[in-house]
């Protein structure tokens, strides 16, 4: 059970790999850093595209 604050998540060896080439691209320190890392990275990405589309219907 974890600490007051925190969740435990369950990832597939597959996903964990992922997560540890993250730490390595990023510099992380943790694989909670990784997932912090790798979330703030899809949104921003999502943002990107989405003000790409925008901008592609405005320009219509």
Not at 12 to 23: R, W
Not at 32 to 55: C, F, G, K, Q, Y
Request: with cysteine.
């Amino acid at each position: 059970m974890p600490p007051d604050g925190y969740t435990s998540l369950t990832v597939s060896e597959e996903v964990f790999e992922q997560l540890v080439a993250v730490m390595t691209e990023y510099d992380c320190d943790s694989i909670a850093d990784a997932v912090e890392t790798v979330s703030i990275v899809a949104l921003e990405r999502d943002e990107a595209e989405l003000a790409e589309i925008r901008a592609d219907q405005l320009a219509k």
